[in-house]
């Protein structure tokens, strides 16, 4: 499993404390409301590439590398330290040959226009320059690709206008956990 290591400020890690108080609870969470119920809105199919962007504890990880199969590839990006450590261990545990974690708080390192579908959930309201995670986002999103949001921090009104403010997307549909966003033509 590789991870790759890239520096941007856009965000202030938490302390070790409170992700691992978080991932307790989102362990939790997990048993009660499983993640699979939102991962299906993001309509993934087997070998897409899959950007899970604040990745954090890896609820999501191991449903998405299921659904892309040997042929997909799934990216796990976190500022968090904790979080990587957590993923590989979890990827390897699980024999998920197909994660690749990525330790940034913006620029992903990946190649323009090679992601199908970018998982965003529950990261938006802890970002200090979205539109960099936007610019970063459209960048690297396939032209008939989705960005798949959640954030239940955020009002309706807050993710819409948040997510299409700088023209890089339009809100394609909303779904019972997710909204989904198309990538524009850059503005």
């Known amino acids: 499993m590789q991870t790759t290591t890239l520096d941007s400020p856009i965000t202030q890690p938490t302390s ?15 048993m009660f409301k499983p993640r699979r119920n939102i991962v ?22 191991p449903d998405v590398s299921s659904r892309v199969g040997k042929t997909g590839k799934v990216y796990a990006l976190d500022a968090h330290p904790l979080s ?14 197909n994660v690749e974690t990525i330790h940034s708080d913006c620029k992903t390192g990946l190649p323009a226009e090679s992601i199908d579908i970018i998982l965003l959930y529950d990261v938006f ?17 396939k032209s008939n690709g989705n960005l798949s949001f959640s954030d239940h921090h955020l009002s309706h009104n807050d993710i819409v206008a948040g997510v299409t403010r700088s023209g890089l997307f339009s809100l394609c549909r909303q779904d019972r956990h997710t909204y989904c ?3 524009s033509e850059t503005p």
Do not use: P, W
């Open 40 to 61: 299906e809105e993001a309509h993934i199919l087997r070998g897409d590439r899959v950007l899970d962007y604040g990745c954090g504890a890896g609820s999501y990880i």
């Open 181 to 183: 966003f198309v990538k």
């Open 16 to 30: 070790n404390t409170h992700f691992r108080m978080m991932a307790f609870f989102m362990k939790a969470r997990d």
């Open 84 to 97: 990587i450590k957590r993923i590989r261990s979890m990827t390897t545990s699980q024999r998920m040959a």
């Open 125 to 141: 309201h802890l970002l200090t320059d979205s539109e960099s995670v936007l610019r970063e986002l459209h960048r690297i999103l």
